[in-house]
């Protein structure tokens, strides 16, 4: 058996357990008085690194869970104090869906290091990466691990070599580590195995490989990638692994036990973790947070390409609009609307405007209007398309607005200072600063709130005292 493997040495696993899993089936519910209770056997676990901020968990905590996600940094970081935290990082866009200042980058990323954040995984949509070179060159420069990740898809543009050069241009740009994030589960077994090989035969960093399991290969796209060599991936806890999210941290650390890339993880302890979860997902599953939909096995994904999340925020705007029995038209809209677009690969935040489009499309008649931020895509403003675009499709949007061309950036003036004169009066911190700058129509009512519940908690301390 030892003959299968390319390398003999453990294989390290991250854990999103913290993050993706419950992005991808709960749609980022978890809270963080579910986390704290695992943190003390997750921490003497050994993992690579724990993924427990970032993506959409920001707008999340402040919008539907009335958390702070500063706060939920600082007590994640106490509460697990040998273990690397990792966040993920829309690149130029941050934590948003615009592109943001230079200034505004390197503050973001100096106070997610400042406040915990070890590894920063910087993607971008569309693999341009002349959006992410500015937080590259931020994360190095206050300490962080910069893991430089290529968004994996696939489309007449989308082949082996178009992700191998693009992996040589982000090491050349100062990454640590690189990633290939297949955020839909699209990566199969023997195209994992060659891609991990040909990364490795390319680059001088470890290669650290993310999947989901929804189209049911996320367990074989694991083990031909160890046989490859990569050198780290991403697993989540048994309760919520599996359907949208990642493959099973237990099952993987099994099925590898006594072989060369054995992970060292103890079995016992895992199921300990797991333990916490399992009451939290039965709590979720009670409360209708976790659809039975993201936890199937979808092979149509192959055909859809709709990552975890974005299909579980799919499922929500139908719910809203009335019209969740139109979930495989919207499903069967999403790849022509994709192509129309100059096939953008769907990770956040153009999986939303791809998805966004194609429910106003089954809903209301092809193009018959597009969001702002069909437009702003359409017209360039997150970067560089792929593909070709469907001209008529992109007339139709901006009509004879000028392309842009150029590093969207490129065009913005900084803004710390202009974000800083306009909530002094409620940013008490830097941190708040720039949730108010990325999430301005959430932040400065939960900043509020947050204070006058700190301010009657001092008053009732005061009248008891």
């Not at 402040?62 to 990792?86: C, G, I, S, V, Y």
Request: hydrophobic content about 40%; glycine content about 6%.
């Amino acid at each position: 058996m030892d003959e299968l493997f390319e390398v003999r040495k453990p294989l390290f696993l991250t854990d999103t357990i913290l993050r993706d899993s419950h992005q991808s089936q709960a749609a980022t519910r978890m809270k963080l008085e579910d986390m704290l209770p695992a943190c003390e056997v997750l921490d003497t676990m050994g993992y690579w690194s724990l993924e427990c901020w970032g993506g959409a968990t920001f707008d999340a905590c402040m919008r539907f869970l009335h958390e702070d996600p500063w706060e939920r940094l600082r007590a994640l970081r106490r509460a697990l104090p040998h273990t690397r935290l990792q966040m993920l990082l829309r690149g130029q866009n941050l934590l948003g869906y615009r592109h943001y200042a230079d200034d505004m980058v390197d503050a973001f990323c100096r106070k997610s290091i400042e406040n915990g954040i070890d590894v920063v995984r910087i993607f971008d949509a569309l693999n341009d990466v002349r959006n992410m070179e500015k937080a590259i060159t931020a994360v190095k420069k206050y300490g962080g691990i910069v893991e430089a990740a290529l968004s994996y898809t696939t489309s007449p543009v989308h082949n082996e070599d178009y992700f191998v050069e693009k992996a040589v241009l982000l090491e050349q740009m100062g990454a640590d580590t690189i990633c290939i994030k297949d955020m839909a589960n699209l990566l199969l077994p023997m195209d994992a195995y060659s891609l991990v090989k040909k990364l490795k035969e390319r680059l001088s960093l470890p290669v650290h490989l993310h999947t989901h399991n929804t189209t049911g290969t996320g367990d074989m796209v694991y083990l031909m990638a160890a046989m490859a060599g990569v050198d780290i991936v991403d697993c989540a806890l048994s309760p919520f692994a599996n359907g949208s999210s990642q493959p099973a941290t237990e099952s993987l650390v099994a099925t590898l036990r006594g072989t060369p890339r054995d992970t060292g993880l103890d079995l016992k302890k895992l199921g300990e973790a797991a333990a916490q979860f399992k009451k939290v997902a039965a709590r979720m599953e009670k409360e209708g947070t976790i659809s039975s939909k993201v936890l199937r096995v979808d092979p149509n994904t192959l055909l859809y390409q709709v990552p975890g999340g974005m299909l579980s925020n799919l499922i929500s705007q139908l719910k809203q609009a009335n019209a969740e029995e139109r979930l495989e038209e919207v499903l069967a809209e999403v790849p022509r609307v994709r192509r129309d677009f100059g096939y953008p690969p769907l990770v956040t935040p153009t999986s939303q405007i791809v998805g966004t489009q194609a429910v106003l499309n089954v809903l209301a008649g092809r193009y018959r209007s597009f969001t702002r931020e069909s437009k702003s895509l359409l017209r360039g403003e997150y970067g560089d398309l792929p593909g070709e675009v469907n001209e008529n499709i992109r007339r139709m949007a901006i009509g004879d607005d000028e392309l842009i061309t150029c590093r969207p950036a490129d065009l913005l003036e900084d803004e710390l200072d202009r974000v800083r004169e306009r909530y002094h009066d409620i940013a008490r911190t830097d941190e708040d600063l720039l949730s108010c700058a990325m999430f301005e129509q959430v932040a400065p009512e939960f900043i509020r709130k947050r204070d006058d519940l700190v301010v009657h908690e001092i008053d009732v301390d005061w009248l008891h005292g």
